[in-house]
């Protein structure tokens, strides 16, 4: 599998909007769930957003609800998190991850369950 690279990070201030991307051509199968999860300091990684191939329902944090967008472009082979109206405790390492799982599964995004991660890209809200 060809390692999944994330991109779009930065530094905004709060009320701002960022998108990430990450290159998933070789994980679009049918039995793949994709997801976004983040990790800020001194806190445990959690599932942001994910959604299954081929289907186009979604899984979303509470605390990104209404906010937070997921996408899976399959002309550009990429996934993407629209974040807007973001907020300080946005602030975090986010992470791309693909895997093979039930689609239950990966409506309850869970660390243990998916095997391929990217390297990560730093998102900063300032207030």
């Known amino acids: 599998q060809v390692p999944l690279v994330e991109s779009g990070g930065g530094s905004v201030e709060a009320g701002g909007s960022l998108r990430l991307s990450c290159g998933v051509s070789?994980?679009?199968?049918?039995?793949?769930?994709m997801a976004w999860f983040r990790q800020a300091p001194g806190k445990e990684r959690e599932g942001v957003a994910s959604i299954y191939h081929g289907s186009t329902n979604t899984f979303y944090a509470d605390s990104v609800k209404g906010r937070f967008a997921i996408s899976l472009d399959n002309a550009e082979g990429t996934l993407n998190l629209q974040m807007n109206s973001l907020i300080p405790a946005d602030t975090a390492d986010y992470y791309c991850?693909?895997?093979?799982?039930?689609?239950?599964?990966?409506?309850?995004?869970?660390?243990?369950?998916?095997?391929?991660w990217g390297q990560g890209t730093q998102v900063t809200v300032s207030s």
């Open positions: 070789t994980y679009r199968r049918s039995d793949y769930c």
């Open positions: 991850a693909a895997g093979s799982m039930w689609s239950f599964e990966c409506y309850s995004p869970s660390r243990q369950n998916f095997p391929y």
